[in-house]
């Protein structure tokens, strides 16, 4: 009998099960309350409509959903605008699935894709090197987490397949402007799709964000990623979307299993595009709690960097594991950025006002006690 044998890509992703859960900080730390503020969830949760919209479907989940998703897509082209068809779409189970859609549809063995670190390199790595392609980091610039466009086109060749941008980038909170992605855009070669993972783009004020549909709308060879994780609240329910030209959405949807979106899903997501009041508030809100958080950092005099999404990236002082360890202690839930070789960072997701406050007197008692 031959030995079975695993895929080597495979090597380096160990199981995820070390990411403390809130169930687990309740049963080891023996906290009464947990704040789970490290995963940039929306804590208004849902529309109300989402809610009744899967209610209304459960009793029926004994049979399949539609075969196609084309019902979900009209819905996010009529949320969306812009002139998008449901043809320019391509939908996943997670922001992260379709991440995955994407690079088995354009990469294979030997080919290169850049990242420019520190950003969601976990994710886009999980998704390149099963397939045999090879990351090479462009890194953002030092202190500023600048996009350097100069560096990330120097290092494009004829492997090259894929540029991968995070924008707002996952853990800084800082943008690409228009300016910096044009130059980006004008110096791709055809055989380079531009890979842009958006989730957050619904908390951008800055009026020089990109208009990465625009680009789609013209035909570039660009693939936009959004989910429905983060403003509409659906976390839960893994549910994210691509935009992109017909040609490269096509191909990309072209690896859908049969009966790809659940029935829950595809009536959860049709109902939260149809309430985009409800996403407005949510939005207002989360932009609110941050600028209150930052006004704590500063009345704390914490170095923090300004974020364009619903979550801070601070400077801890101490090193952020042993930070960490404490928070954990009193029952808070951050995200240290160590993996990202930021020993000092970590990330908090922006709570309710209840939250917020509680986690601010836990970090002011924290550093008082270590730095009296």
């Given at each position: 009998?031959?030995?079975?044998?695993?895929?080597?890509?495979?090597?380096?992703?160990?199981?995820?099960?070390?990411?403390?859960?809130?169930?687990?900080?309740?049963?080891?730390?023996?906290?009464?309350?947990?704040?789970?503020?490290?995963?940039?969830?929306?804590?208004?949760?849902?529309?109300?409509?989402?809610?009744?919209?899967?209610?209304?479907?459960?009793?029926?989940?004994?049979?399949?959903?539609e075969y196609s998703d084309i019902a979900?897509?009209?819905?996010?082209?009529?949320?969306l605008g812009r002139g998008l068809e449901?043809?320019?779409?391509?939908?996943?189970?997670?922001?992260?699935?379709?991440?995955?859609?994407?690079?088995?549809?354009?990469?294979?063995?030997?080919?290169?894709?850049?990242?420019?670190?520190?950003?969601?390199?976990?994710?886009?790595?999980?998704?390149?090197?099963?397939?045999?392609?090879?990351?090479?980091?462009?890194?953002?610039?030092?202190?500023?987490?600048?996009?350097?466009?100069?560096?990330?086109?120097?290092?494009?060749?004829?492997?090259?397949?894929?540029?991968?941008?995070?924008?707002?980038?996952?853990?800084?909170?800082?943008?690409?402007?228009?300016?910096?992605?044009?130059?980006?855009?004008?110096?791709?070669?055809?055989?380079?799709?531009?890979?842009?993972?958006?989730?957050?783009?619904?908390?951008v004020e800055a009026p020089d964000f990109?208009?990465?549909?625009?680009?789609?709308?013209?035909?570039?060879?660009?693939?936009?990623?959004?989910?429905?994780?983060?403003?509409?609240?659906?976390?839960?329910?893994?549910?994210?979307?691509?935009?992109?030209?017909?040609?490269?959405?096509?191909?990309?949807?072209?690896?859908?299993?049969?009966?790809?979106?659940?029935?829950?899903?595809?009536?959860?997501?049709?109902?939260?595009?149809?309430?985009?009041?409800?996403?407005?508030?949510?939005?207002?809100?989360?932009?609110?709690?941050?600028?209150?958080?930052?006004?704590?950092?500063?009345?704390?005099?914490?170095?923090?960097?300004?974020?364009?999404?619903?979550?801070?990236?601070?400077?801890?002082?101490?090193?952020?594991?042993?930070?960490?360890?404490?928070?954990?202690?009193?029952?808070?839930?951050?995200?240290?950025?160590?993996?990202?070789?930021?020993?000092?960072?970590?990330?908090?997701?922006?709570?309710?006002?209840?939250?917020?406050?509680?986690?601010?007197?836990?970090?002011?008692?924290?550093?008082?006690?270590?730095?009296?």
């Amino acid at each position: 009998m031959s030995k079975l044998r695993h895929n080597p890509h495979l090597e380096p992703f160990a199981r995820q099960d070390s990411l403390v859960s809130p169930e687990d900080l309740r049963q080891s730390r023996s906290v009464d309350k947990v704040y789970p503020m490290a995963n940039n969830e929306n804590p208004l949760g849902p529309s109300p409509r989402v809610i009744e919209a899967i209610n209304s479907v459960a009793p029926t989940l004994s049979y399949y959903p539609e075969y196609s998703d084309i019902a979900l897509r009209q819905a996010i082209c009529d949320a969306l605008g812009r002139g998008l068809e449901p043809e320019h779409i391509f939908t996943g189970c997670s922001g992260f699935e379709t991440l995955e859609l994407i690079a088995r549809a354009y990469l294979a063995p030997g080919d290169e894709v850049i990242l420019s670190p520190p950003t969601f390199s976990g994710a886009y790595r999980k998704v390149a090197e099963p397939l045999g392609a090879k990351i090479i980091e462009a890194p953002l610039a030092p202190e500023t987490f600048r996009y350097r466009p100069e560096a990330v086109l120097g290092a494009v060749n004829e492997s090259t397949k894929m540029i991968m941008l995070c924008n707002p980038n996952n853990p800084t909170g800082t943008i690409t402007r228009a300016e910096t992605m044009d130059e980006l855009m004008r110096g791709v070669p055809e055989h380079v799709l531009v890979v842009v993972d958006e989730v957050y783009h619904h908390f951008v004020e800055a009026p020089d964000f990109p208009d990465s549909i625009q680009y789609a709308l013209e035909g570039r060879n660009i693939a936009i990623v959004h989910s429905f994780s983060k403003a509409y609240g659906l976390a839960g329910m893994r549910l994210g979307y691509g935009i992109a030209k017909p040609a490269i959405a096509n191909t990309i949807a072209g690896l859908h299993r049969g009966f790809h979106q659940n029935k829950l899903a595809l009536a959860a997501g049709i109902a939260a595009c149809q309430d985009q009041a409800h996403v407005r508030r949510c939005i207002d809100f989360l932009r609110g709690e941050v600028a209150w958080l930052c006004s704590q950092f500063d009345r704390l005099d914490i170095k923090y960097w300004e974020s364009s999404a619903n979550f801070i990236m601070f400077e801890t002082r101490m090193p952020a594991e042993d930070l960490n360890r404490q928070l954990h202690a009193r029952g808070f839930l951050l995200r240290t950025q160590t993996r990202n070789n930021l020993p000092y960072g970590m990330r908090v997701s922006a709570g309710t006002r209840e939250s917020n406050q509680a986690f601010i007197a836990a970090l002011e008692e924290i550093l008082d006690a270590a730095f009296a």
